[in-house]
């Protein structure tokens, strides 16, 4: 097994303290803020927790497919980065850049059907 440097040690830390303390702002802001979620993942991580904890307006299957498919996106994206490796880099930039492009707008678009849950219109 390697040891791990001191900037590794340092760096692994501070991403566990980050991580620790965005799960800190997402509980608070969740209950605070009328169950708004500052972040996405670490949201529906809580939200399964608030599921399996028997909250009844809240599905264990609604959040664990969000995030199977981060994961599984995550992954897919990683696999696609080794394959281009360093001489794409800016094609690939540029690829996942337009394709989220597209995603937002499509995603708005289809918005724009539904009528507004609780409220008045936003715009």
Same mark, same amino acid.
């Given at each position: 097994? /390697? ?16 991580? +620790? ?14 169950? *708004? ?9 809580? +939200? ?26 995550? +992954? ?16 690939? +930039?540029? $690829?996942?850049?337009?394709? /989220?492009? *597209?995603?937002? *707008? ?14 008045? $219109?936003?715009?």
């Amino acid at each position: 097994m /390697e040891m791990m440097t001191a900037s590794e040690r340092v760096l692994y830390g501070s991403l566990y303290c980050l991580t +620790f303390v965005t799960g800190l702002v997402d509980a608070g802001s969740y209950i605070a803020m009328g169950h *708004v979620f500052t972040a996405n993942m670490t949201g529906n991580i809580v +939200f399964l927790g608030f599921a399996f904890g028997g909250q009844p307006e809240l599905s264990i299957s609604r959040s664990a497919t969000a995030l199977g498919c981060a994961l599984l996106g995550a +992954f897919l994206a990683g696999r696609l980065d080794a394959c281009l490796g360093n001489r794409r880099r800016n094609l690939w +930039f540029a $690829a996942t850049l337009a394709v /989220e492009t *597209v995603l937002l *707008v499509m995603a708005m678009m289809v918005s724009w059907h539904f009528a507004p849950l609780g409220g008045g $219109a936003f715009l």
